[in-house]
T-cell receptor, first 112, second 114 residues
Framework: AQSVAQPEDQVNVAEGNPLTVKCTYS??????LFWYVQYPNRGLQFLLK????DNLVKGSYGFEAEFNKSQTSFHLKKPSALVSDSALYFC??????????WGAGTKLIIKP | DAGVTQSPTHLIKTRGQQVTLRCSPI?????VSWYQQVLGQGPQFIFQ???????GRGNFPDRFSARQFPNYSSELNVNALLLGDSALYLC???FGPGQGETQYFGPGTRLLVL
């Protein structure tokens, strides 16, 4: 069965430092992977996705993600964190029935 | 362009009542999906509709039902509400149901069942 794991409930980063939010997945067949961000009392905002091609995917707000097939990972990264990046981040994978399977989320806290 | 819109934004119901949530997709999008997000968890898939046909159903009881209208808007109905139905209900739209399609989410309807 398809699944997504976000091993960290919370990640703390100082403003200006690089950040990484981890995601690993398990799928049968080719993976279709997504990252979304959720601000308090808001819906989910799309950041980026991997379908095929380059392993480094660039997305919105300066975020990027690195797809690693051998490690079945799709970690979200940003070279320099902003306080406004503080939010809840979700990784998701499309399953064989075309539905999104979601991780439990990682709370990102950027400290000034 | 307007994004995905949902109504109402908040709703309070009592156990046993019925509720209808509404969603309008982004213009040009023909697929709508519904998700339930309980506090502190990731979204759980409920339904997907494409061209007014149900394309997928998650592991939810028959108390949950949905439909999509000719203008591609959608309604989610929940009957015989339970306390455990309290959650944020999210609607997402996309051009189609394909595996590479990006889903764009509305702000959600927060349902509280007392």
């Amino acid at each position: 069965a398809q699944s997504v794991a976000q091993p960290e409930d919370q990640v703390n980063v100082a403003e200006g430092n690089p950040l990484t939010v981890k995601c690993t997945y398990s799928v049968s067949g080719n993976p279709y992977l997504f990252w979304y961000v959720q601000y308090p009392n808001r819906g989910l905002q799309f950041l980026l996705k991997y379908i095929t091609g380059d392993n480094l995917v660039k997305g919105s707000y300066g975020f990027e993600a690195e797809f690693n097939k051998s490690q079945t990972s799709f970690h979200l990264k940003k070279p320099s964190a902003l306080v406004s990046d503080s939010a809840l981040y979700f990784c998701a994978v499309r399953d064989s029935n075309y539905q999104l399977i979601w991780g439990a989320g990682t709370k990102l806290i950027i400290k000034p | 362009d307007a994004g995905v819109t949902q109504s109402p934004t908040h709703l309070i119901k009592t156990r046993g009542q019925q509720v209808t949530l509404r969603c309008s997709p982004i213009s040009g999008h023909k697929s709508v999906s519904w998700y339930q997000q309980v506090l502190g968890q990731g979204p759980q898939f409920i339904f997907q509709y494409y061209e007014k046909e149900e394309r997928g159903r998650g592991n939810f009881p028959d108390r949950f039902s949905a439909r999509q209208f000719p203008n591609y808007s959608s309604e989610l109905n929940v009957n015989a509400l339970l306390l455990g139905d309290s959650a944020l209900y999210l609607c997402a739209s996309s051009f189609g149901p394909g595996q590479g399609e990006t889903q764009y989410f509305g702000p959600g309807t927060r349902l509280l069942v007392l």
